[in-house]
């Protein structure tokens, strides 16, 4: 305890020292140091959930929808997080992470070592770059359409990527009224073109320089996931999340929700659910299209 009481005034004197004479080297300090109490928290809460899974047999579907929005999203900043917390390891060598994130803040760390000013910015990057995808799944879908035998269903289809062409936002009645196209080849997940399923990896933020069948994997693993969280959230309702919990749901779900007022995230949130409620797993390739249909032509969000 005493050398623990030691350390930490040590620690103060240090970050005092800091702040006065290299404020913005103790800016990036700073941001560091909450940054791992956020991760570490994180990671506790993970194992609360995980320990509870198995205590209760409750399997990942049947979860809340915090627990398994929290576990989801854990995983993924855990592993982009990995080679920093690896780099940090020997003495001395967060050093060299502050000068890492300083000039590569959005490539090499995940949001917990942001400051509000860059969740807002690399948030904005990040949606501009998964936008670009838009017109290449329209146009895609139109010129997959003619390998579609059902006259009545590729003219809908075509209607519908039409619509979205043409700035308008489609209603849910106008995209579940194709769903039957989705869970059969040529556009179920399994039977999509590469280069089409390439186009549709950056929409859920993976990479699409991976061989085909595992870009097909990642796809149906990431797609049945978030039919999933769309389940737990329905049975929870949107309307107990807060203001925050929305914009994230939202952001996730294709739209920038920065700039947008929470009475339009929550509508177009419900819009969401009411396409994904109805969806079977089989036909979760009509999630990932929805991600285009509903969020091309929204405020913030255009592309096409």
């Known amino acids: ?39 570490f928290r994180d990671a506790k809460e993970v194992q609360r959930i995980k320990t509870k899974m198995l205590a209760d047999g409750v399997p990942f579907q049947d979860l809340p929808y915090r627990d398994m929005e929290k576990l989801r999203q854990v995983r993924r900043d855990l592993i982009k997080a990995a080679p920093l917390v690896l780099i940090s390891l020997p003495p001395f060598a967060n050093y060299l992470v502050f000068v890492l994130m300083y000039f590569f803040p959005r490539q090499i760390l995940i949001p917990h070592f942001w400051n509000p000013r860059q969740r807002v910015e690399f948030r904005g990057v990040y949606h501009s770059l998964r936008a670009r995808h838009h017109r290449p799944v329209i146009a895609g879908l139109q010129q997959t359409s003619h390998r579609i035998e059902d006259g009545p269903l590729r003219g809908r289809l075509l209607d519908l990527c039409a619509k979205v062409q043409g700035g308008q936002n489609p209603k849910a009645s106008d995209i579940l009224a194709v769903r039957g196209l989705f ?7 399994k039977g999509m073109s590469a280069g089409h399923m390439r186009h549709i990896s950056p929409l859920l933020f993976l990479t699409p320089r991976l061989p085909a069948f595992l870009v097909a994997r990642r796809l149906n693993s990431h797609a049945l996931e978030l039919l999933q969280l769309d389940r737990a959230l329905a049975r929870l309702g949107p309307h107990q999340l807060t203001d925050s919990e929305i914009r994230e ?28 409620s109805s969806l079977r797993d089989s036909e979760a390739s009509l999630l990932l299209h929805s991600l285009v249909f509903l969020s091309a032509n929204y405020p913030t969000g255009s592309s096409t």
Not at 9 to 27: A, D, G, H, V
Not at 253 to 270: E, F, H, N, T, Y
């Open 249 to 276: 749901a939202c952001y996730l779900r294709g739209i920038s929700p920065d700039g947008l007022q929470v009475s339009q995230c929550r509508a177009w949130l419900s819009q969401w659910l009411q396409v994904s």
């Open 1 to 39: 305890r005493y050398v623990g009481t030691k350390l930490q005034r040590l620690n103060t004197k240090y970050e005092r020292f800091l702040k006065m004479r290299f404020p913005r080297f103790f800016q990036l300090y700073h941001t560091f140091v909450e940054g791992f109490k956020l991760l």
């Open 183 to 189: 869970s059969r080849p040529p556009l179920s997940i």
